[in-house]
């Protein structure tokens, strides 16, 4: 079991920036990948970025060069800096951890946080 505790987000005006955090904790060395999705009501989830085990930064098409995603694999927490927010930008996220133990792939989530950007 893995257990993912999300902090950050909140309400901020277009061109405005926010730092969403997440701490993971549980049987933490069976952590692969570890991301962002968002979700925005009425519609499919999406990622938005993710740091591999091997460090390998991917980011959706809409946030690149907007949003960086970084991961502390020492203290086992992934952020995502987000800059130049737009009302587009505006859902849940949350934050995922791909997992690997004894042959068995699991994705364990976060609660979710809101993040609202007004015009």
């Known amino acids: 079991q893995v257990q993912l505790v999300e902090s950050g987000g909140g309400l901020v005006q277009s061109g405005g920036s926010l730092r969403l955090s997440c701490a993971a904790s549980?049987?933490?060395?069976?952590?692969?990948?570890m991301g962002w999705y968002r979700q925005i009501p009425g519609q499919a989830r999406e990622s938005v970025a993710r740091v591999s085990l091997g460090g390998q930064l991917d980011y959706a098409t809409p946030v690149v060069g907007r949003f960086t995603i970084s991961r502390d694999f020492a203290k086992n927490t992934v952020d995502l800096r987000m800059n130049d927010l737009k009302p587009e930008d505006t859902a849940v996220y949350y934050c995922y951890a791909d997992t690997e133990y004894r042959l068995l792939s699991r994705t364990y989530w976060g609660q979710g946080t809101q993040v609202t950007v007004s015009s």
């Open positions: 549980g049987r933490i060395s069976s952590i692969t990948h």
